[in-house]
């Protein structure tokens, strides 16, 4: 279906509100966004303050009262952004669809289990949008290569993962051997707990070796923890070299995706073509 035809599918109000909600070109997009970002900030401060005892005694009617207003306020935004896309289904399956969706579920749960609520400090996540809003497209440009670069190593990060998930079940099996029971190593299980904070680097400091061949043997581990820290940037690092490309902020008419490349014919979230 060619761009055009694309658009015709939208009324009139449908293409308005579209280009509100998804486009950043126009004063009225533009104002909309960055309302709708100080309104995120809002919600996320609400949330923030609920948690505090000493607040929520003082002020939690108004608290409540506050937190629904944004509930309202995102659920009415939410189905305006479906009702501005051609398809709606494809727009709730994207990364920002699911934002969008996670940050209306939370209140509506606190109906069935109580604190549900405090999950609506999940909207921050739709603050990402200020680097469409912005128009700063250097960032949107980096913030892509580097999400393209993950999703391109994920098959040599999984066997990294795999390769120190068994390090650390043989490591903790090793210092179960040398420390024992009687130094506080009371299982394999809680030896790899103690093996995955030290060849982390964490050191949370709540088990610690009493051996000389614990402690030496704790050393190693460390020292290695730090070579290992260092493959999972080398592995993303080559894959941001292979990668390129200008990236453009144009949204999706169907779904309303935004990060395409420049010079991209059609979405890469629905594969409908772009204007």
């Known amino acids: 279906m ?23 070109d126009t004063s009225a997009g533009r104002y909309f966004d960055i309302f709708l970002i100080l309104f995120i900030l809002a919600s996320v401060a609400t949330v923030m303050l609920d948690s505090v005892q000493s607040i929520r005694q003082d002020y939690a009617a108004a608290l409540d009262i506050l937190d629904w207003v944004f509930t309202v306020v995102f ?16 727009y709730a399956r994207s990364f920002y669809g699911l934002i969008d969706l996670l940050a209306v579920l939370p209140g509506y749960i606190s109906f069935v289990f109580p604190g549900a609520q405090y999950l609506s400090a999940v909207r921050i996540f739709r603050v ?6 912005l128009k700063l497209a250097h960032y949107l440009d980096e913030s892509d290569l580097l999400f393209n670069s993950i999703v391109a190593s994920r098959k040599r990060i999984t ?25 506080g190593f009371t299982s394999i299980p809680l030896s790899i707990y103690w ?15 009493k051996t000389s061949l614990g402690q030496a043997f704790s050393v190693m581990i460390m020292i290695i923890g730090y070579g290992i820290i260092a493959i999972p940037t080398g592995i993303v690092t080559h894959e941001m070299v292979r990668q390129g490309g200008s990236i453009s902020t144009r949204a999706c008419p169907a779904c309303g995706s935004d990060g395409h490349d ?5 979405c890469k979230n629905c594969g409908a073509p772009l204007d």
């Not at 060619?2 to 950043?24: C, G, V």
């Not at 990402?128 to 809003?133: E, G, K, N, T």
């Not at 093996?195 to 070796?209: E, H, I, Q, R």
Request: charged residues 20%; glycine residues 6%.
């Open 2 to 24: 060619p761009a055009e035809t694309q658009k015709d599918n939208l009324s009139p109000f449908r293409r308005k509100l579209h280009e509100i909600i998804f486009e950043a």
């Open 128 to 133: 990402l949008r200020v680097f469409r809003i």
């Open 195 to 209: 093996a995955v904070v030290t060849l982390t680097t964490v050191g949370y400091g709540d088990m610690s070796p």
């Open 75 to 90: 659920t009415l935004e939410y189905i305006a952004r479906l009702f501005a896309v051609t398809r709606p289904a494809a």
């Open 262 to 266: 420049d010079s991209a014919s059609f």
């Open 159 to 183: 066997v990294f993962l795999m390769g120190v998930l068994t390090l650390v079940v043989f490591i903790g099996a090793i210092m179960y051997v040398i420390e024992g029971e009687e130094n």
